[in-house]
């Protein structure tokens, strides 16, 4: 934290806190709508404490498959990496824990150099699309932005 009386970070990486005010300014232009200015899925926004890898968790759930797409993103505990981890769950967690993630999505953990943050912003759109995609069952994200 520093020499300082207060942190306005909430003790998260700088690097996932930039990531985050970036993803803030973003619509989801190619989520499917509800006929109305409201998107179909539901997103939300956390902070995720895991040990060194302090950082942010979004959670998009699909209302009607009942599914949930988490992403978690940090500094790599042993790098100034960037940390992306992702999986879908059955479950409503807010916001998961540590223990909520499998050794499997650890070992999967999609590794972005330092700073690049148009490397990270990418390869998230990418990991919601395929979401988007696999819940509503079509061949590309272009066939929900047809409808």
Not at 5 to 19: E, P, S
Not at 25 to 46: I, Q, W
Request: net charge negative; glycine share 4%.
């Amino acid at each position: 934290m520093g020499n300082t009386i207060a942190d306005f970070n909430l003790g998260l990486n700088d690097q996932a806190v930039a990531l985050l005010a970036i993803l803030s300014k973003m619509e989801p232009l190619f989520a499917p709508h509800d006929g109305t200015y409201e998107y179909k899925y539901e997103y939300k926004t956390y902070a995720w404490y895991n040990g060194r890898e302090n950082g942010v968790s979004l959670r998009i759930n699909h209302p009607e498959t009942r599914k949930f797409l988490y992403i978690c993103f940090a500094e790599h505990r042993s790098t100034d990496s960037l940390v992306i981890y992702h999986w879908t769950s059955d479950n409503r967690l807010q916001p998961p824990l540590a223990s909520d993630l499998s050794n499997d999505v650890y070992k999967n953990g999609i590794l972005i150099a330092n700073l690049r943050f148009d490397m990270a912003v990418s390869r998230i759109i990418d990991i919601i699309k395929l979401f988007l995609v696999e819940q509503d069952n079509l061949k590309t994200v272009d066939s929900i932005i047809k409808e």
